[in-house]
DNA sequence: GCAAACCTACCAACTAGTAGATAATATTCC
DNA sequence: GGAATATTATCTACTAGTTGGTAGGTTTGC
């Protein structure tokens, strides 16, 4: 765990060849971009063949448009986990902003802010599903801070669904600038201070 | 000038080579970033060779490091303008605002956004320069909201530097999810939630 | 004459992707 | 049960095109 040996929780070892391979690729996408992985870069970390990915997955774009509906699909499971969970909306969406922050100490962007970036550079396909992953993002908190509010954890004047987006757009804002500066803490402050501002003066009911 | 034309503020096309290279690669890494970008492309933009573009820029790299940097001067100076033109902080925060998004509908990123997004692909010294292009904003954004707080313009209860370090990651997030949502409005929404609870209460003082 | 700016023609390395062979493992038929 | 047949997962060897970059020659304008 110690040392410079990287987490290798996206990344299992005993995982089927092909579970292996999205994984992998998620880990490459996220911190490389599209554009700068290769299937030369899955067969050094997988060791197998480039034409043994080709047999998994035809074409690299096939292989990312399956690394985002994975990524999604964990994603949205993780979410309905929060939801479930127990804890006031604040302590969900605290939890949200940790899970979005997942993988910056690996120095993975998270995977819709990476697609975004390039989304020029990408095949239509993925178009369609970045933009689904951050409509995931903000059907989720639209919902978790619409209920927030109607319950007296949150007050925002300009709706629950605007406060779901200033919320996105500051945690993906934050990945961004922290990932540049070094600043694990830069990445989460903009948050902490969105929801301080959200959270109903202490002692207000109860 | 009217149909799908793109605009060409960034290519001025009886500028030198050198600079038509600069402004071409700088619009194409904004597009789709470092790696995807290639002298190639430039070829068919500038209408000269890949040799020939070697001539003026003997590496990617050293063309991307320039890039950085002359895209670097004239965003300082935009902001100098901005400093010392009429207004107050809000103005001149809206003009920040406005000048971040700019080329958002030729579906450009911010430079730093682009290359903090594929950090991990990118040389040493572009890591450096899209570090040091960030600390220029933080820099700005947090002297025009001290001046801000002091003359009564804005209050914000963390301090002039976490306004300024929210307002940063709050555009820069949102060019990225209003890009994938293809919503400008979207870029600027945080933003805007962001300086509204910044301004002091109506007729406060005056 | 000279230097800046450009060219043709190349290179080695890498890109995504294909063809076809080969093991090992299932499945089916008798 | 055992032979015949698929299927799965891998390999070697290849293609055509692109990548960043170089060597060396030519044009152009002072």
Chains 1, 2 share one sequence.
Not at 34 to 61: C, N, R, V
């Amino acid at each position: 765990m110690s040392g410079g040996a990287r987490d290798d929780s996206l990344r299992s070892m005993t995982a089927p060849t092909r579970s292996q391979l999205l994984a992998e690729a998620e880990y490459l996408i996220r911190r490389s971009g599209y554009s700068a992985f290769s299937y030369a870069h899955l067969t050094d970390k997988i060791g197998i063949t480039k034409a043994s990915i080709h047999y998994h997955f035809p074409t690299k774009q096939r292989l990312a448009e399956e690394v985002v509906e994975v990524a999604m699909a964990r994603f949205a499971a993780a979410l309905a986990d929060i939801e479930a969970g127990p804890g006031d909306a604040p302590a969900r969406l605290r939890q949200y902003a940790e899970l979005f922050l997942d993988g910056f100490d690996e120095q993975l962007r998270p995977l819709c802010c990476a697609l975004s970036a390039e989304l020029a550079a990408l095949p239509d396909s993925l178009h369609t599903r970045t933009r689904a992953y951050f409509e995931l993002h903000l059907a989720w908190l639209g919902r978790i801070v619409g209920a927030g509010c109607a319950a007296g954890q949150l007050r925002w004047a300009g709706g629950a669904d605007a406060l779901a987006a200033l919320i996105l757009s500051t945690l993906e804002g934050g990945s961004l600038v922290a990932r540049a500066m070094q600043s694990r803490a830069l990445a989460l402050d903009g948050f902490a201070q969105v929801l301080a501002l959200a959270l109903p003066p202490a002692g207000a009911d109860a």
